[in-house]
């Protein structure tokens, strides 16, 4: 019975929209400006689109995150995302860039170490990517290890702005080394390589990947030597963000048997960082590339190994830890980039929207059913009254006057117009007007009368 009521109501309103549609013109209109209003309101409040350009602090041109930063700015142009890479001076420099709204840089490579959580509150982790071990090359021979054969030596700790430099100073003044027994030089990378096989420092220490051209170049070379961290353990005790590596004998170069035997080295791990308000489908986009980029099998670490979601200096982003427990978000797997943000931000609006509409839309019908009926019963109210007039005055009431009211009502109800279903009440209505007229007519007549 009530879905049979419901599929009545909904045919009477149709037919009054038929029938009085020039009188929704305005309304509707009105309508929809307001929902177009709210709907770009939403959307300009959710920021529903990611930037078409997003900038990355990479360290120096030829140094191993700008070598890697590149890779990332291919697999980003596939999904329309220009990626400007920012050559810095390095970790240090990169972490600078990243604090500083103004620069304008989103995302960049950390090394783990150089700064936390209470001094970078704007910026949040997508994970760690690799491995960046430390490196010391030193000319001639030795039978001490480690940091203390760099006493009264001249030696590369790299570039102001560097992660090299940071970590290198750290560690050297840890074990009692500082400017006043050794020389210090600021080369990069592939300067300090050159210098030390020229002959021009004693001693390079470098941080830079397995496959780097200037530790590959030095690993073979017979004028260096590659030496060992016998206390690694101990550093990594003392530094958590540090990882202990060893280097195979012979992995260098098998014919010549470089380096001659395990060397144990000490690594930190460069994490991908961002700003907080890097839009959710960039990140995702990030970190996507990182899996392509980091995740296979190397001298170092297992396939799969990287990306991780490991943090040593500032937190996981939400974004990060929903993709290393599901992957990429649905959408984004199974339609193109552009499309998928856009239905997802599509969806995050029309949520809210759709839980106002549809309560509106719901009851609409009673509502209608409602405004129908008041203004049936308003007219039944006018009628209720003259007719008290009529009981309570008697011959003392001006007929001609009620009469004359009556006449009003009675136009009043010709001219309303009610869909099909509510026609009985209207008819009912017109029905007891002309039983209040008769009798008025009735009461006219006896008063001439007598």
Do not use: C
Request: glycine share 8%; proline share 6%.
């Amino acid at each position: 019975m009530g879905s049979l009521n419901m599929r009545s109501l909904v045919v009477a309103v149709r037919e009054y929209f038929r029938t009085h549609h020039f009188k929704l013109i305005i309304p509707v209109a009105v309508a929809v400006v307001i929902v177009a209003t709210l709907l770009w309101t939403a959307f300009v409040a959710l920021k529903p689109l990611p930037p078409h350009t997003v900038t990355m602090a990479t360290g120096p041109e030829g140094g191993a995150f700008y070598e890697v930063a590149t890779r990332y700015r291919e697999i980003l142009a596939r999904e329309g995302i220009k990626l400007v890479l920012l050559p810095t001076g390095g970790a240090v420099e990169n972490l600078a860039r990243l604090r500083d709204p103004r620069s304008n840089v989103d995302v960049g490579f950390l090394q783990g170490g150089i700064t936390s959580e209470k001094e970078s509150p704007d910026l949040e982790s997508l994970g760690t990517v690799f491995y960046e071990p430390l490196w010391i090359f030193y000319r001639g021979s030795s039978l001490e290890t480690g940091l203390k054969i760099l006493r009264g030596r001249k030696i590369s700790i790299g570039p102001e702005g560097s992660g090299t430099r940071s970590l290198a100073l750290e560690l050297l003044t840890r074990n009692g080394i500082n400017q006043n027994i050794t020389k210090f030089f600021s080369y990069s990378p592939r300067e300090a390589g050159e210098k030390l096989l020229e002959g021009k420092i004693d001693a390079a220490l470098i941080i830079a990947a397995w496959d780097s051209p200037t530790v590959r170049r030095l690993l073979s070379d017979r004028r260096v030597e590659l030496t060992s961290f016998p206390r690694a353990d101990a550093y990594v005790a003392l530094y958590p963000f540090l990882s202990k590596l060893i280097v195979p004998a012979g992995v260098g170069d098998l014919a010549k048997n470089r380096p001659p035997k395990d060397v144990f080295l000490i690594a930190p791990k460069a994490s991908l960082i961002v700003r907080k308000e890097l839009h959710p489908a960039i990140q995702y986009l990030l970190l996507d590339a990182a899996e392509q980029i980091h995740s296979g099998p190397g001298i170092f670490q297992k396939s799969g190994q990287f990306p991780a979601a490991e943090t040593f200096d500032v937190p996981l982003s939400d974004n990060a830890r929903q993709f290393y427990k599901s992957g990429r978000p649905f959408l984004q797997r199974h339609l193109p980039f552009w499309l998928a943000v856009f239905i997802d931000r599509l969806v995050l609006v029309l949520i809210p929207v759709v839980g106002v509409i549809y309560p509106l839309v719901r009851f609409m019908p009673a509502f209608y059913a409602w405004e129908i009926r008041w203004r049936i019963f308003r007219l039944y109210g006018e009628l209720r009254q003259l007719d008290k007039d009529l009981e309570s005055r008697g011959g003392t009431q001006n007929i001609d006057d009620m009469i004359k009211r009556l006449d009003q009502l009675e136009d009043k109800a010709k001219r309303l117009r009610v869909p099909l279903f509510y026609a009985n009440l209207l008819y009912t209505l017109r029905m007891h007007i002309t039983l209040v007229n008769e009798r008025l007519r009735k009461h006219e007549g006896s008063t001439k009368t007598g």
